[in-house]
């Protein structure tokens, strides 16, 4: 059997390694049109910031081997032809038009084919972006260039365009060598993967941290003599000595939409679960392959590294003739923002309303050990379920605690089908070093289901920002103690501590709406139901509490 594999990266070696280990008799043919071979591409931005000191340990195995052309030949039986392209695909011949860098061509036979050919970068169309330092971030060579126009100028003005997970890891390398750093992005918000008020949150920490974020906000021209000096915006002018432009990649499929293959809505390869594409001879895997989405059954399109190795094996089974299949994706995917995490599974809120379920949702930040252990850290934690079925639905975390470790839980939840009754009474482990004894997951679970259940009405602190900023006549409630107030508080609003409400209940207007809140809004919960007991009817609790509060805050 010949098998030829386009695409040297991530998904096209692990279906030729695979293919080995499974059909040692097999000639298996990997063609690749750059030089480097299954490397790390995750890796670059910690490559760039010189926590990965040496690029050859982003194309080596656990112990030292470099993965090159013999390495595949001499473990995996893997003939490799690299700076060679394949240009045409020849589905009544069975054959592959290849071209080698000196301009040869020549045909290549197939039994099966393996299409692994990834994602391209989407540069956008804005004058001026063929100047010099002007970057994408695709493989080892586009880093090693940025490095080198990092060690070419001692204080370096670097401006990031598109503010998603490839332009925030940057971001951070950027930092680390000492840049002045700006992420414009075209959205309302950056990283679009999350929802708002989880995304406020990062750009914050990166305001904090010196990073000048600028959303809404459309890069008209790149200007310079030469090179890249200055990046101008429909917001201002911006010095520049480098600029990124992270803003997405899309399917590289023209090979196969060339050779008639079926494109799904995504504008990737349509495969089916054994990865096949309309070609029953043909598989297309990893960036370069439509996805299905768990939830919806949709398509959809999240190119990862994880996902392209998963689908690499199974393309190599369904090959092989091993019974095997791919159940889709839950979009699944995290990034680190300094001393944050920044994580999610599932469907957004948007996402899960476009879809037509009766959305709930809460907001529950806390430490994710408990509070007298050192190392807490805070976690800001979202949940979104199906108010009709109680299912779960997604799930999203960010801050320096601990988001990989709940987000996986949500995950296998999402992949299980579980409600948030199941989730809320899952057997998860505890001692204090590790976790609270209500995990932060467990805890957001069940004030989902005191939401589904009408024991807590919730509003999130964007909503009730809005309320202010419209001037609207309602009763923002602190229930903190005196000395939390004095170290942040909301203008406007009305204190009265917990442990005092009951006696102080005539200083509230019962004519208008009350929204109770306190640190996490725990108290702020407690507090509504003292008011509702108390006759009070239009009362709402803060999700989250002021440390999610997207507004300005007054300290000291």
């Given amino acids: 059997m010949k098998v030829i ?13 695979r293919i080995n280990r499974l059909c040692a008799e097999a000639e298996v043919t990997i063609i690749e049109k750059g030089e480097l071979l299954s490397y790390a591409g995750c890796g670059l931005p910690y490559y760039i910031s010189g926590q990965v000191k040496d690029s050859k340990e982003l194309m080596s195995t656990p112990v030292g081997t470099v993965r090159d052309s013999a390495f595949f030949k001499n473990v995996k039986n893997a003939n490799v032809l690299n700076h060679t392209e394949a240009t045409a695909i020849h589905r009544k011949q069975k054959t592959v038009t290849v071209k080698n860098r000196a301009g040869e061509t020549q045909d290549l036979p197939y039994d099966k084919l393996v299409l692994a050919t990834g994602a391209e970068s989407a540069v956008p169309p804005i004058p001026g972006v063929e100047l010099g330092n002007i970057y994408n971030l695709k493989d080892l060579h586009d880093a090693d260039a940025i490095k080198a126009t990092l060690a070419e100028h001692k204080a370096v003005n670097a401006v990031i365009v598109g503010g998603g997970l490839i332009g925030v890891e940057v971001a951070e390398a950027f930092h680390e060598m000492g840049c002045r750093i700006s992420i414009v992005e075209f959205l309302p918000q950056i990283l679009g993967m999350m929802d708002p008020e989880m995304a406020v949150l990062v750009e914050k920490h990166f305001e904090a941290k010196g990073v000048k974020i600028l959303t809404s906000t459309r890069v008209t021209e790149f200007a310079g003599n030469g090179r890249v000096e200055k990046v101008i915006t429909d917001q201002g002018e911006l010095p520049a000595d480098l600029v990124l432009l992270a803003t997405g990649v899309r399917p590289a499929a023209k090979l196969a939409q060339d050779a008639g293959l079926e494109i799904g809505p995504t504008r990737a390869i349509a495969v089916t679960d054994r990865m096949q594409t309309s070609d029953p001879d043909i598989y297309a895997v990893g960036d370069c392959a439509e996805k299905k989405n768990m939830i919806t059954g949709k398509a959809a399109y999240v190119p990862l590294g994880s996902t392209a190795n998963k689908e690499g094996r199974v393309a190599a089974n369904a090959i092989c003739g091993v019974e095997d299949s791919f159940p889709g994706i839950l979009g699944s995917a995290i990034c680190k923002v300094f001393e944050y995490s920044v994580a999610r599974t599932g469907l957004s809120e948007k996402e899960a309303r476009d879809a037509g379920y009766d959305v709930v949702t809460c907001l529950a930040p806390a ?31 960010t801050g320096p605690g601990g988001a990989d470790r709940r987000i996986d839980i949500a995950a296998m939840a999402l992949t299980a089908g579980m409600t948030v009754d199941q989730l809320a009474n899952a057997d998860l482990v505890y001692a204090p070093p590790f976790s609270p004894a209500v995990d932060n997951i467990i805890t957001a679970a069940n004030i989902l289901r005191n939401k589904i259940e009408g024991r807590m009405d919730g509003i999130t602190p964007g909503e009730v920002l809005t309320m202010l900023e419209r001037r609207e006549d309602f009763t923002l409630l602190d229930v903190r103690s005196p000395a939390e107030r004095e170290q942040m508080r909301i203008d406007g609003t009305v204190d009265i501590p917990l442990g005092a409400l009951r006696g102080r209940l005539d200083e509230i207007d019962r004519s208008k709406p009350v929204v109770a809140f306190c640190k996490i809004s725990l108290r702020g919960y407690e507090a509504a139901l003292i008011l509702k007991k108390a006759g009070f009817s239009d009362v709402k609790v803060m999700d989250g509490g002021i440390l999610m509060w997207p507004g300005k805050l007054i300290k000291g």
């Avoid at 805070?378 to 299912?391: M, P, S």
């Fill in 5 to 17: 594999v386009i695409g040297g990266v991530a998904a096209g070696p692990k279906a030729a390694s």
């Fill in 367 to 397: 430490p994710d050990k408990p509070h007298f252990m050192p190392g807490a850290r805070l976690l800001f934690f979202k949940l979104i379920a199906d108010r009709t079925t109680r299912k779960l639905l997604g799930a999203q975390a």
